[in-house]
T-cell receptor, first 116, second 105 residues
């Protein structure tokens, strides 16, 4: 079974621009979660989508948004990029949504975003 | 919210040595996972272990939920074990700061 895939793998953007990242979950998985990893803050949960609905959200500003399509693929958008948005963005897929057990996540390889 | 502490923060081993990584958490949880992040950034799922003991080859893990800790054992370490080990748990998947492991040949 193919793993979680993310595109693009690397991205360089300029401050003020917007960016869209894509994640395809493992076949049959309906939950997709997004995370941001930075050296200073570590790994932080952004949001989770399940069956095209955002079910949970972390403590990030409204510039960070996402959506999920009927085939469970998900996109994450960051508008008005800031230098501090430079990070590794990881998505994870799961068979169940968080709150159901067992809730086991599988991660993609990540998208490394650099904002200049 | 849940607090997650991992120890030690850094660990250097000679190839073939054994090690124990610890994850302490502040509240009861019904999910806990251990991950290995390789030097390329990929997070690899090691164990889903909210309680009990599991083994997979040279790796094993134990979670004692009532005492709020989990242990990851690495035996006969290899250079490919290098990277950062994270435990993650809770409703919003709180990650610990990780244990950075370097295995010397």
């Amino acid at each position: 079974k193919a793993g979680v895939t993310q595109t693009p793998r690397y991205l360089i953007k300029t401050r003020g621009q917007q960016v869209t990242l894509s994640c395809s979950p493992i076949s049959g998985h309906r939950s997709v979660s997004w995370y941001q990893q930075t050296p200073g803050q570590g790994l932080q949960f952004l949001f989770e989508y399940f069956s095209e609905t955002q079910r949970n959200k972390g403590n990030f500003p409204g510039r960070f948004s996402g959506r999920q399509f009927s085939n469970s693929r998900s996109e994450m958008n960051v508008s008005t990029l800031e230098l501090g948005d430079s990070a590794l963005y990881l998505c994870a897929s799961s068979l169940r949504f968080r709150g159901q057990s067992p809730y086991e996540q599988y991660f993609g390889p990540g998208t490394r975003l650099t904002v200049t | 919210g849940i607090q997650v502490e991992q120890s030690p923060p850094d660990l250097i081993l000679q190839e073939g040595a054994n090690s124990t990584l610890r994850c302490n958490f502040s509240d009861s949880v019904n999910n806990l996972q251990w991950f290995h992040q390789n030097p390329w950034g990929q997070l690899i799922n090691l164990f889903y272990i909210p309680s009990g003991t599991k083994q997979n080859g040279r790796l094993s893990a134990t979670t004692v939920a009532t005492e709020r800790y989990s242990l990851l054992y690495i035996s006969s370490s290899q250079t490919t074990d290098s990277g950062v080990y994270f435990c993650a748990l809770g409703f919003k998947t709180i990650f610990g700061a990780g244990t950075r492991l370097f295995v010397k040949a």
